[in-house]
């Protein structure tokens, strides 16, 4: 099993539509967790980060369930804005070899 | 507030020839520093961290290598590239005893 998967996409969803993304991970010790959206040809920028059981910012929501060892993103209302690649990361306990998901793409249609 | 640079923006070279990219972070003392490639179309692979000034750790064996000459930069080098070596290279910093990262804006680099 890879240490971080996520659900390979693409996603494409009408404006307005509700969508969601999962990640799967393998080190039951990871404590914290991070989305980061990814435009084309551009670096990765922090999107949520996610600690307990889950992380709500606006019409983005982050759930965490650590029975299963996945996290979800949930975004609500799509905007064209929100077409972007998803990038799931698992830092690792106490070690510094971040790893990152393959990401999933999202594109939002008019 | 914090800000990393990386330059060039871009680069097209050719096949065996050096590479020196450079990373600088301001506004924060003792970051992590990390050097990330993507290549087309795929995820990112961690090559390098460092976590002080002349410590280096390499994730992934290859022709490139990494130093940490000052506390806020970090150069990603090569003494010949490979057409392999094409692709996207971000530098990203965390600070000390936190997990959130931060990415600059990347060096895209084409081997020809």
């Known amino acids: 099993r890879k240490e971080v998967e996520q659900d390979p996409g693409p996603f494409n969803v009408p404006e307005g539509a509700t969508v969601a993304f999962n990640c799967t991970y393998s080190?039951?010790?990871?404590?914290?967790f991070f989305w980061y959206r990814q435009d084309c040809r551009k670096e990765p920028k922090l999107l949520m980060s996610?600690?307990?059981s889950g992380n709500e910012d606006g019409r983005f929501t982050a759930q965490l369930n650590r029975a299963s060892q996945y996290i979800s993103l949930l975004i609500r209302d799509s905007k064209l804005s929100d077409s972007a690649t998803y990038l799931c990361?698992?830092?690792?306990?106490?070690?510094?070899?971040?790893?990152f998901g393959p990401g999933t793409r999202l594109s939002v249609l008019p | 507030s914090q800000t990393i640079h990386q330059w060039p923006a871009t680069l097209v070279q050719p096949v065996g020839s050096p590479l020196s990219l450079e990373c600088t972070v301001e506004?924060?003392?003792?970051?992590?520093l990390y050097w990330y490639r993507q290549a087309a179309g795929r995820g990112l692979q961690l090559l390098f961290y460092?976590?002080?000034?002349?410590?280096i750790s390499s994730e992934v064996p290859q022709n490139l290598s990494a130093s940490r000459p000052q506390d806020r930069q970090f150069i990603l080098s090569s003494k010949k590239l490979l057409l392999s070596d094409s692709g996207f290279y971000l530098c990203?910093?965390?600070?000390?005893?936190?997990?959130?990262?931060?990415f600059g804006p990347g060096t895209r680099l084409t081997v020809l």
């Open positions: 990203a910093w965390n600070r000390l005893g936190t997990d959130t990262q931060y």
């Open positions: 080190n039951s010790a990871s404590q914290s």
């Open positions: 996610v600690y307990s």
């Open positions: 990361v698992v830092p690792p306990p106490g070690g510094q070899n971040f790893v």
């Open positions: 506004g924060t003392s003792n970051p992590n």
């Open positions: 460092s976590v002080g000034i002349g410590q």
